[in-house]
């Protein structure tokens, strides 16, 4: 792909992660723990300008500020609310299950039919 091809791509802000220098590995294992590929890309400066690089040349250099919430990137307030079966589930009191009088008989499988 041509740089300004990958600049523009619409996965490439999906697939992007900022940490904190210092903690990359900390990253990394993550990405190991379940088998995903990672790449450090880039690195944060204090410029405010974006550098994009491609075979050591500059290809692009803009102004970070439009391109994040502060330069008026839509910011979406979801409406929340709290899911009605947790107060349920809070209000479940695992002590009031009685316990079988013979626990084989309670785990053998059924025969085919839904216990619950």
């Known amino acids: 792909m041509k740089p300004w091809e990958i600049l523009l791509s619409e996965s490439q802000e999906r697939m992007l992660i900022v940490c904190h220098r210092g903690r ?6 993550v990405f190991d723990k379940w ?5 450090q890309i880039g690195e944060v400066t ?3 300008r974006l550098e994009f ?3 050591g040349e500059v290809v692009a250099d803009v102004p ?17 609310r709290r899911p009605r079966y947790l107060d349920r589930v809070e209000a479940f ?3 009031s299950v009685p316990l079988p009088s013979d626990l084989r008989t309670a785990a053998r499988p059924c025969s085919g039919r839904r216990a619950w």
């Open 35 to 39: 088998d995903l590929e990672c790449e």
């Open 93 to 95: 009191d695992l002590a």
């Open 64 to 80: 970070a500020e439009p391109l994040v919430l502060g330069g008026g990137a839509p910011v979406y307030e979801r409406q929340t």
């Open 24 to 29: 990359e590995a900390e990253l990394l294992a």
């Open 46 to 48: 204090d410029t405010g």
């Open 53 to 55: 690089l491609a075979g």
